[in-house]
């Protein structure tokens, strides 16, 4: 009965030490990114860094069970747009929405476009995503809403560049963001008939994002 009760109690402070570290690190990489020492996610939860290791096998299965809720959710948001009669509302609506996600989290904003290979659910949920995007494209294409050399490589790359923005205005000023977001997001619609140059192809932009994740 003593070893059942022991054993109990022993399960219950595993769980809670558990849900200290992932509220800790959701603090923490909302504050600064996905960079942060383990070590300062185990200080804000208040735990030994070996109390981390014993609940999580590395960085990327703390941010899976981190993120991984926000980005299913993020991912139904770009499937439910599909949803929407108005093709360029649609589209545009939603970048600007992602816009948004990065600009309140910059946690969210690395995971958005951060490679982990040892989180797939992280993946499998960025993919919902990203195919997304690819029918919004089309869509706004079939109803002449949208240039016909945008590309859904270019929605990632305006991504890529609202993050780079954030990171050098994000505590100076917070929402120097959204004129630039609008005014890319603008430069899509047919509307819009200046030549451009080539999209960079979903190789190149695979390659940005190895970069991006290599540099961390």
């Known amino acids: 009965m ?41 200080d804000r939860a208040g735990v030994g860094v070996g109390t981390l290791y014993r609940r999580f096998a590395g960085r990327d299965e703390i941010v899976s069970a981190v993120f991984a809720a926000d980005l299913r959710a993020y991912a139904d948001t ?21 816009c948004e996600w990065q600009a309140s989290d910059q946690g969210f904003s690395d995971v958005l476009l951060t490679p982990l290979p ?15 995007i690819l029918d919004l494209v089309q869509r706004a294409r079939a109803a ?27 505590d100076v000023a917070p929402d120097a963001w959204r004129r630039p977001a609008k005014l890319m997001i603008s ?15 979903n190789e190149v932009v695979h390659e940005i994002l190895r970069r991006l994740s290599s540099a961390r």
């Not at 070893?3 to 399960?11: A, I, M, N, V």
């Not at 040892?118 to 997304?132: G, L, M």
């Not at 430069?187 to 192809?201: C, H, K, L, V």
């Open 144 to 170: 002449g809403e949208l240039r016909d050399d945008v590309t859904a490589d270019d929605g990632i790359v305006l991504l890529i560049a609202n993050a780079a923005l954030l990171a050098a205005t994000r």
């Open 187 to 201: 430069a899509f619609r047919s509307t819009n008939t200046d030549p451009m140059p080539p999209a960079p192809g």
């Open 2 to 42: 003593a070893q059942d009760r022991q054993e109990r109690t022993l399960r219950t402070d595993a769980a809670r030490n558990r849900e200290r570290v992932l509220a800790a690190a959701r603090e923490v990489f909302a504050e600064r990114g996905l960079d942060v020492p383990m070590a300062e996610i185990a």
């Open 118 to 132: 040892q989180a797939p659910e992280v993946d499998r949920q960025r993919d919902r995503f990203y195919f997304a």
């Open 78 to 98: 770009a499937e439910e747009a599909l949803s929407d009669p108005d093709p360029w509302r649609a589209l545009s609506g939603l970048l600007y929405r992602i």
